[in-house]
């Protein structure tokens, strides 16, 4: 039988490579990336061409808001994005899938659309929850002050590579009634979903307002101007959700625009931006 590891994210997708190849295991394993946040943006039928399409232009015009991108790097968006579709052409009948993921929105709306467009192979799923390992066994880290401090990965992208073997020995079958409730869940979110932002909070997805994490933008800003990047910074790493900078970098455009931060330098690119209260 052969193993498809699906994972979310480029980061997640390079650390199972790399340990892969070093461990022979990509003679007979296969890792397949899906790269894309599912807690920013529509989902509307995004398991059909026209929602797939309707999600790339929503996000190539999201990037050119709050970044100088090139028509190549759109192109490179948009290719990945697109090639999520043909998920069910690249496992064959008979195979056994893999799920890399974490307790965050992203990973698990994106595992509901991963066995939601596999539901009509023949295919046995089973599932590694990076966040529950990390919390099993306690991961810790060095704080600043050098003290030994508990650790919880928000998703696979944040797993140690010297922990990737480890984590898989813990993966674990998943029985037919969750798959089932997996596709039902997908098919919540594709025909119902008008959210553009969702949050993992205990165990659930949830649709919350855009504004969601400007109040962190704002209690970390300062009256004294600062890079931008700093703030966004501190928010995703004292969040308790996996939330990308550039979601966050277009809540400070917005919060620029309604007056509740002032700026100095350029809006784009991020390096370039210095924010302040106003």
């Known amino acids: ?18 340990v892969f190849r070093k461990q022979n295991l990509l003679q007979r394993d296969s890792i397949i990336c899906i790269e894309d946040d599912f ?6 039928q995004l398991e059909t061409a026209t929602g ?47 799920l890399w ?27 590694i929850d990076v966040t529950a390992f990390s919390m099993d066994c306690d991961y810790k880290v060095r704080d600043l002050d050098g003290n030994e401090v508990s650790y919880v990965w928000k998703s696979a992208g944040a797993l140690p590579p010297e922990w990737v073997m480890d984590t898989y020995q813990v993966k674990k079958n998943m029985p037919a009634p969750l798959i089932q409730s997996l596709i039902l869940e997908w098919g919540k979110w594709s025909l119902s979903d008008k959210s553009m932002l969702r949050v993992y909070k205990q165990g659930e997805v949830l649709a919350v307002p855009e504004d969601y994490y400007d109040a962190m933008l704002l209690e970390h800003a300062s009256n004294k101007f600062q890079k931008a990047a700093r703030v966004i910074g501190t928010v995703m790493g004292e969040s308790d959700q996996c939330i990308g900078d550039t979601y966050l970098t277009y809540r400070v455009h917005e919060l620029i625009k309604q007056g509740l931060l002032q700026y100095q330098g350029e809006l784009m690119p991020l ?8």
């Open 1 to 18: 039988m052969n193993n498809f590891h699906i994972c979310f994210g480029l980061s997640a997708y390079g650390t199972l490579r790399s």
């Open 101 to 127: 993921h974490g307790q965050n929105a992203s990973d698990s709306i994106g595992v509901s659309y991963a066995i939601y467009m596999l539901r009509d192979k023949n295919i046995s799923f089973q599932a």
């Open 39 to 44: 807690s920013v943006g529509p989902l509307h």
């Open 52 to 98: 797939m399409n309707e999600r790339v232009d929503w996000t190539l015009s999201f990037l050119r808001k709050i970044e100088p991108i090139s028509v190549e790097d759109l192109t490179i968006v948009k290719e990945s994005l697109l090639r999520n579709l043909t998920l069910p052409s690249q496992i064959p009948d008979g195979s056994n899938v893999i």
């Open 271 to 278: 390096r370039l931006l210095e924010i302040r209260l106003k």
